[in-house]
């Protein structure tokens, strides 16, 4: 008995379909599902990649705009509430034409955080100045201001006699009854805004004019200035 055996598999001569298993599929159309699958597939990863970009984007405009408008670094607002004297002596050699003299001001400062985030401030100095010359500093220990916040400073700032002995022009400012001081208050810190650290400095300095006579302050005159 001979049996007769189809073949598993032959192919035409153009090569374009497979017959197996008593069916036929065609290499062209597996191919070009194929294709189509990863065209698919390349379009999906196409989509989500600009998609990330357009979102990473918007989020890095929405920060720079927060940063230039509500999150803006502003300096630190210092005024100058009051300065007023806490103690004052005198010691006149009128035959040596010398003066000894010791004077304390206490100092009513306001130091405001405009800001949105809070204010980190540094180590500061206050000093005090006769003609120019610093004769007396307070320093100013480091802190923080919450967003928003004001606070108070009291600083007592006293003269350094010793630095004052080889000043000529001291004595005939007593004798006339009017010396005239200033002081200097400089507070340096950073602000964080968003993800940037942002240096601010704030400057006060105020004229002060003590009449050694009744010992009280007859004139004041403060200025300004900050730097970012």
């Known amino acids: 008995m001979e049996l007769e055996s189809a073949p598993l598999s032959a192919s035409s001569k153009d090569g374009k379909s497979i017959r197996q298993n008593g069916g036929s599929v065609s ?38 705009v927060l940063a230039f408008t509500v999150f803006k670094a502003k300096h630190p607002v210092v005024t100058v509430n009051s300065i007023n004297i806490k103690d004052l002596n ?17 100092i009513d400062l306001s130091l405001k955080n405009p800001n949105k985030v809070g204010f980190k401030y540094t180590n500061s100095t206050s000093s005090l100045e006769y003609r120019g010359k610093v004769v007396g500093e307070f320093p100013i220990p480091a ?41 200097h208050t400089r507070i340096s810190g950073k602000v964080h805004v968003l993800f940037f650290k942002v ?30």
């Not at 005198?90 to 206490?106: G, T």
């Not at 400095?201 to 900050?226: E, L």
């Open 27 to 64: 290499t062209n159309h597996l191919s070009s599902s194929k294709e189509v699958e990863k065209k698919q597939r390349r379009r999906r990863c196409w989509f989500i990649c600009l998609g990330l970009i357009l979102f990473v984007l918007a989020i890095a405009i929405i920060l720079l």
């Open 90 to 106: 005198i010691d006149l050699d009128i035959l040596r034409l010398q003066v000894h003299i010791n004077v304390s001001l206490d």
């Open 199 to 228: 240096k601010v400095v704030s400057y006060t300095a105020c004229d002060v004019n003590v009449n050694v006579i009744n010992r009280s302050i007859t004139d004041m005159d403060c200025r300004y200035k900050t730097k970012i």
């Open 143 to 183: 802190g923080k201001i919450s967003a928003g916040k004001t606070v108070g400073m009291n600083i007592t700032l006293t003269l350094m006699a010793d630095r004052l002995l080889s000043n000529a022009q001291l004595y005939s400012d007593v004798i006339s009854g009017n010396m005239s001081l200033s002081t």
